[in-house]
T-cell receptor
Framework: QQQVKQSPQSLIVQKGGISIINCAYE??????FPWYQQFPGKGPALLIA?????SEKKEGRFTISFNKSAKQFSLHIMDSQPGDSATYFC????????????FGIGTKLQVIP | DTEVTQTPKHLVMGMTNKKSLKCEQH?????MYWYKQKAKKPPELMFV???????INESVPSRFSPECPNSSLLNLHLHALQPEDSALYLC?????????????FGPGTRLTVT
């Protein structure tokens, strides 16, 4: 059972465009939502994260939008660059216990020149 | 230094071999993790160590045996693996195992079981 649903699984965006990846969750115990970026041959790296008490968080070209009532959150990459080509995982965690990251299925983003 | 190192980068082993994967961090983190990642899939948690004690074992087969010799090192001992165990094995660390802290991942060991 996939606790964090992520879409699309692959995405091709023109350089300078906006990349949008969507995620949804069911478990209301989740209270921390990180996004990880993984390049081929590397481990995942934390990109940006949000807690449900805010509806939006922006860091540079990366923005998370969070809708608590709909249990949905999304990553927007503005002015997408070829260097952003990677696999992106949304994730969810429950701060109440041992740290267990529940990952989405992943989105392979390709930014073409 | 925010780096988690893993050795070896690649490992090919037969089903009767015994081998070990190694992971090291010098960030003073007290939580360390082993994940398994198959191609085009997200990482799957295998083990969590908190203050050098095994805290979570996600029902991993006994042919995988973790060890945490000290707060900086984490090993994964492999024995009698199956071809379906071929995957990228990722080590990660975080400040603590309870709560929500950034997990720092190593580059992984690409394991092939023949």
């Amino acid at each position: 059972q996939q606790q964090v649903k992520q879409s699309p699984q692959s995405l091709i965006v023109q350089k300078g465009g906006i990349s949008i990846i969507n995620c949804a969750y069911e478990n209301t115990a989740f209270d921390y939502f990180p996004w990880y970026q993984q390049f081929p041959g590397k481990g995942p790296a934390l990109l940006i994260a949000i807690r449900p008490d805010v509806s939006e968080k922006k860091e540079g070209r990366f923005t998370i939008s969070f809708n608590k009532s709909a249990k949905q959150f999304s990553l927007h990459i503005m002015d997408s660059q070829p260097g952003d080509s990677a696999t992106y995982f949304c994730a969810a965690e429950n701060s109440g216990g041992y740290q267990k990251v529940t990952f989405g299925i992943g989105t392979k983003l390709q930014v073409i020149p | 230094d925010t780096e988690v190192t893993q050795t070896p980068k690649h490992l090919v082993m037969g089903m009767t071999n015994k081998k070990s994967l190694k992971c090291e961090q010098h960030m003073g983190h007290r939580a360390m993790y082993w994940y398994k990642q198959k191609a085009k899939k997200p990482p799957e948690l295998m083990f969590v160590y908190s203050y050098e004690k095994l805290s979570i074992n996600e029902s991993v087969p006994s042919r995988f045996s973790p060890e945490c010799p000290n707060s900086s090192l984490l090993n994964l001992h492999l024995h009698a693996l199956q071809p379906e165990d071929s995957a990228l094995y990722l080590c990660a660390s975080s400040q603590d195992a309870q709560g929500t802290y950034e997990q720092y991942f190593g580059p992984g060991t690409r394991l092939t079981v023949t």
